[in-house]
């Protein structure tokens, strides 16, 4: 569904007009709204670090950016392998930190690529990349002890 929602949102118009958008009240929004944070079992037993100094404003477009936070905010909840993420918000970027156990697949920002553990059809990061690329954006994933890293550049 959220595939779906994202392809048609990038392929109308509405994905060129942007405005004036807060950015950590979006994500904040999001958080409070997301169906796999707040009405699942996994969801409601992980504990959401949300770090934030000031609110960040960007031209870009609500609906696409709140499609990408969505997106990034479900996979957390399927596949982190702890009970806590955090989330850090600044004038530079977003950072998305999560626990994983199933190793990770090469290039995992590539259509089609995915985990070993992944239930889904490998187009999530890709998608989540394609929605940063259209606001310029830079995308980049990584790990560290243990932890998958998501940078979302401004």
């Known amino acids: 569904e959220q595939t779906t929602e994202t392809l048609l ?19 904040e929004q999001c958080l ?17 670090d949300l770090k934030s100094e000031e609110d960040v404003y960007l031209d870009a477009n609500p609906n696409l950016i709140g499609i990408l936070l969505n997106n990034v905010l479900s996979n957390m909840v399927q596949y982190t392998a702890g009970d806590r993420v955090c989330i850090t918000i600044n004038q530079t970027g977003i950072r998305f930190i999560n626990g994983y ?54």
């Open 32 to 48: 409070l709204t997301n169906a796999d944070v707040n009405r699942t079992e996994r969801g409601q037993h992980i504990e959401f």
């Open 101 to 154: 156990q199933h190793p990770l697949p090469d290039d995992p920002l590539q259509s089609g690529k995915r985990g070993t553990a992944s239930r889904g059809i490998g187009q999530g990061l890709s998608l989540i990349r394609r929605i940063a690329e259209t606001h310029g954006w830079q995308v980049d994933v990584g790990t560290q002890t243990q932890h998958f890293v998501l940078n979302l550049r401004f």
């Open 9 to 27: 949102a990038l392929a109308r118009n509405e994905s060129t007009c942007t405005k004036s958008t807060n950015i950590t009240a979006l994500l």
